[in-house]
């Protein structure tokens, strides 16, 4: 990209596109953990993740959700709808697992059905503390029918790649997605990634997202690797 990025966040860079109203999402290889404490970067990666966010933004697109996704410019650059971020990470969990299990008597990989809807306030300062409705309204991000909205259109795209994962041999444990605005509207914005989802092998019970890399389980990129071969029909993307 030939300009200064708009933002650098941990994973992705966005810029400013020519077209008003679209930004370009170039997906880096950096990879981060435990709230930046621990970073590496992995060549390849970010193509990994910009091929399955597309792949899945277009099929919850094809099934009726709305998102910011326009095309791919190369195999790790998206061009979106520009957005105003709602400053939230809509967390949906099918099993127990991570966060929850340290901070509640939950077994790990115990089932919650139906599943639980966790909402982060995206704020690195105070380290994205959970927020519940009361706050989201006393701080004006949102209001009652937005939320509902939001909680419907998120339970619905749970069912949607949780069975798409599944006829593939994997469980989707739980993922984050991030909404925002635009011209009245929400859509579904940033990324559906295996950096933003647990998966784990049907099979096996193996990790095949960032817990590999957190917890040093072995080769990240041959597990997102294997991640796309199983997702995307076809899948015959480059390395670079
Ligand atoms: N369509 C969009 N319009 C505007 N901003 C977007 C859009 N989609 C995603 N973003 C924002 O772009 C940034 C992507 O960068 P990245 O995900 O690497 O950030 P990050 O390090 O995770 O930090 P953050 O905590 O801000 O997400 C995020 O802040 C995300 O909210
Ligand atoms: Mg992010």
């Known amino acids: 990209m030939n300009s200064e990025p708009l933002y ?5 860079s966005v810029y400013r596109s020519e077209q008003p109203g679209e930004l ?3 997906f880096r290889d950096d990879i981060t953990a435990f709230d930046g404490e621990k970073k590496d970067v992995l060549s390849g990666k970010g193509v990994f993740n910009a091929a399955v966010s597309a792949f899945f933004f277009e099929h919850l697109e094809s099934h009726g959700i709305a998102t910011h996704f326009v095309r791919m ?4 650059t998206m061009i979106v709808r520009e957005l105003a971020m709602i400053p939230l990470e809509v967390i949906v969990r099918n099993r127990a697992a991570g966060s929850i299990v340290r901070r509640y008597p939950f077994a790990e990989g115990q089932v919650f059905d139906p599943p639980v809807i966790v909402m982060d306030f995206k704020d690195d300062a105070r380290h994205d503390p959970m927020i519940n409705d009361d706050i989201i309204m006393a701080l004006d991000l949102l209001n009652r029918e937005e939320i509902d909205a ?3 259109t998120t339970l619905e ?5 949780s069975a798409y994962f599944r006829e593939r041999g994997i469980t ?24 933003s989802m647990r ?12 817990d590999v890399y957190r917890f040093d389980r072995g080769d990240v990129l041959s597990a997102y690797g294997r991640v796309v071969q199983r997702i995307i029909p076809g899948y015959s993307g480059g390395r670079g």
């Open 157 to 161: 795209i749970n069912r949607l790649l």
């Open 150 to 152: 939001i909680r419907k």
């Open 73 to 76: 410019v190369d195999e790790r």
């Open 8 to 12: 650098e966040g941990k994973a992705k």
């Open 199 to 210: 998966l784990w092998d049907r099979e096996t019970g193996e990790s095949l997202d960032k």
């Open 172 to 195: 989707l444990v739980d993922f984050k997605i991030e909404f925002g605005k635009v011209g009245g509207a929400i859509l579904l914005g940033d990324e559906i990634s295996m950096d």
């Open 24 to 26: 370009i999402v170039r």
